[in-house]
């Protein structure tokens, strides 16, 4: 067992140092036969272990390759897509079905003739999926533009006129060619504190929602059967306390798996991408709120019995360490109803942080929690007599998780709300839903409002009284929100201030631009340094910053009469008017939306890809003035950053 914790968490360690994973390296190049043929050839060189899939589409298979070839007038295609070698062929468990993949390099070949000159290039775009034994990494494509040997191309292929709409800042030449405001910047200490990493915040989610799960109905009364079992199996209190722990342990590494078949399934690509994507929101917000309403007593989800029946029967069946690993996977079967709704918020919380390492870590301070109070009970048996018994209070743990699982779902819904701006969920429709919730929350915990399946509340409880109490004093720290008060305490979770229609307060808004060129123009106008400040909709952490630090007047007041406040939000699914083509990694990228083109900038001109990230920059040239800074709600150090960017531009004025 120490040897499979030291495998999985050396796998952790490994997962979370990794950089970004391209295991294949595709290229393009077109080469006559004679004067009137020729041939396209497109090649993908593979790393060892992975492979692409077939060309053919399988029905709930895999995502195939697909290259498309467009050529201009006078070019004319002949016969099929031909690969250098065929496809091999099995069956992947993963889809259920035959597959068709390579694993090693492979070129396709595409022949076509000659029928006229030729004063446009031929457009290559590559689409695929590369995955391993363990993982699948998301789709990801290449596109190449391929002249005639001795042609001349004066214009643009009428089918690839998307690709060459080239913004003003972009040459389809070369990145050396960029407006000098988006040069790298150097002698740049890209600074990232260690508070931004979201680790030891994942660790104690997971362990809290570890803590709730063993209040619940489906997983409280296992906890007396379950030691009991163990105390009466053991031929001694020895024997019965190490297989207690070993099931303990069992338990923790069944989650860990799922933890880390997540981060797998993902690699090393950034969930924050994910998390602001609006069917990924929807599809967590509306299983939120259906979590919400089984909790509530509606209805029950549980996994299929003949599952928890097959595990058990596997339990019986086997002896030693893996009949006690069953066993563990059955007490997980058997918990799903009320242990899923808090491992899919979890998960989804490890999601939004963007951390590839974060569902592994998360999953592992879950199953910590549940797993402490069997190896404790199972060490000290006569605590077992002081348990509380199973009751009606183990209903209304669920139940009020209902609540907050409903709470935690219109987060999910803003973010989509905020990245797509359809304007449906601003801050005070927000915070009235929320402060209805709470209120609700409250009076149920004093015994106004009951549900089906609740016993009546005769008297209450002391731990039931202070809760009502925190939920209704919540709610009246939510109300003044309505009117623009800046709520920090939960300014992470609320849309921001921007979107309130009706506000009271003065302070927590600024004059900022949300383009990179504009702002820069103005600061050269108005000879001022700028502060650049690279965020997100679904980021957390900005929204924490914003609440912190940008709304105490001394740094607004900073920032108000010193600076040019250009904010870009990395994830904003706005399209371009046009897209644009840039040159990346010696690749040339098409960024369709407003995000993918502040996100190129971040990366290309700082070398950076996390939010939040913060720069000072001289208006006049985009050169750097100060290290950047990331997530610190340390003001003092902040104000410190603010006056060493003054200071340096004042030298350069």
């Known amino acids: 067992m120490k040897r499979v914790f030291t495998l999985i968490f050396s796998l952790i360690g490994i997962l979370a140092s990794a950089q970004i994973v391209e295991p294949i390296s595709w290229s393009s190049s077109v080469e006559m036969k004679d004067q009137d043929s020729g041939v396209v050839i497109v090649s993908a060189k593979i790393e060892s272990g992975w492979h692409i899939y077939g060309i053919e589409p399988v029905e709930d298979g895999p995502i195939p390759t697909q290259i498309n070839i467009s050529l201009p007038d006078g070019l004319t295609l002949q016969g099929g897509l031909t690969p250098s070698v065929a496809a091999e062929q099995g069956y992947d468990a993963s889809f259920g079905c035959e597959i068709s993949f390579w694993s090693k390099n492979v070129s396709f070949s595409q022949a076509f003739v000659k029928e006229a000159e030729v004063n446009a290039p031929i457009i290559v775009n590559v689409r695929y999926q590369a995955c391993d034994d363990m993982r699948c990494l998301p789709p990801s494509g290449d596109e190449f533009m391929l002249n005639l040997p001795g042609a001349v191309t004066t214009q643009v292929a009428e089918s690839s006129n998307d690709a060459q709409n080239i913004l003003n800042i972009v040459s389809s030449k070369s990145n050396n060619e960029l407006n000098p405001l988006w040069h790298p910047v150097t002698s740049v200490n890209n600074n990232e504190s260690i508070t931004s990493s979201p680790w030891w915040k994942l660790f104690i989610w997971g362990f809290g929602g570890g803590l709730i799960a063993l209040l619940t109905p489906c997983v409280w009364p296992l906890i007396p059967m379950t030691v009991s079992f163990f105390l009466k199996k053991g031929k001694s209190r020895r024997e019965s306390i190490r297989d207690a722990m070993i099931y303990g342990s069992s338990i923790v590494v069944i989650y ?86 808090i491992i899919g918020t979890l998960l989804v919380e490890a999601a939004s942080t963007g951390d590839i390492a974060g569902p592994a870590i998360g999953m592992t301070g879950f199953a910590l929690a549940l797993a402490l109070p069997f190896t404790l009970f199972a060490i000290f048996p006569s605590w ?258 603010l006056g060493e960017g003054i200071e340096n531009y004042k030298k350069i004025e």
């Open 256 to 341: 860990l798996v799922l933890g880390l078949a997540i981060t797998m399934i993902f690699g090393a690509s950034k969930l924050n991408e994910l998390s602001t994507n609006a069917v990924f929101n929807i599809i967590f917000f509306l299983l939120l709120v259906v979590f919400a309403i089984s909790f509530f007593g509606a209805f029950d989800i549980k996994l299929p019995s003949k599952w928890s029946n097959s595990a058990d029967n596997k339990a019986e069946r086997a002896t030693g360490l893996i009949s006690i690993f069953f066993m563990a996977f059955t007490l997980a079967l058997v918990s799903f109803s009320c242990t899923g709704p």
């Open 384 to 641: 077992l007599k002081e348990m509380p018994k199973s009751g009606g209070w183990l209903n209304s743990v669920k139940v009020v998780l209902g609540f907050i699982e409903l709470a935690l779902s219109l987060k999910f819904l803003s973010v989509a709300d905020l990245a797509y701006g359809w304007g449906l969920l601003d801050r005070e429709v927000f915070l009235a839903l929320w402060i209805v919730i709470f209120l609700l929350l409250g009076l149920y915990l004093l015994g106004k409002i009951r549900f089906a399946h609740d016993e009546p509340v005769e008297h209450l409880s002391v731990p039931r009284f202070f809760l009502s109490i925190a939920s209704l004093s919540f709610m009246v720290y939510l109300i003044p929100g309505l009117w623009g008060a800046p709520l920090k305490g939960v300014s992470a979770f609320v849309p921001p201030l921007y979107t309130q229609d009706f506000s009271l307060y003065a302070g927590g808004e600024f004059e900022e631009f949300s383009d990179y060129e504009t702002g820069m123009k103005y600061a050269e106008e108005n000879n001022r340094p700028v502060l650049i400040d690279f965020s997100g909709y679904g980021c957390v952490n900005c929204r924490k910053m914003e609440g912190a630090v940008f709304d105490t007047e001394v740094v607004r007041n900073l920032i108000e009469k010193n600076f040019v406040l250009i904010k870009l939000m990395v994830d904003d699914k706005h399209d371009l008017k046009e897209p644009m083509t840039v040159i990346e990694n010696g690749k040339q990228k098409k960024l369709h939306t407003v995000g993918d083109k502040w996100s190129f900038l971040q990366r290309y001109k700082f070398g950076a890809n996390t939010q939040p990230y913060y720069m000072i920059l001289d208006g006049k040239t985009g050169d750097a003035l100060t290290d950047s800074r990331s997530y610190n709600e340390n003001i003092t150090e902040f104000v410190e950053w």
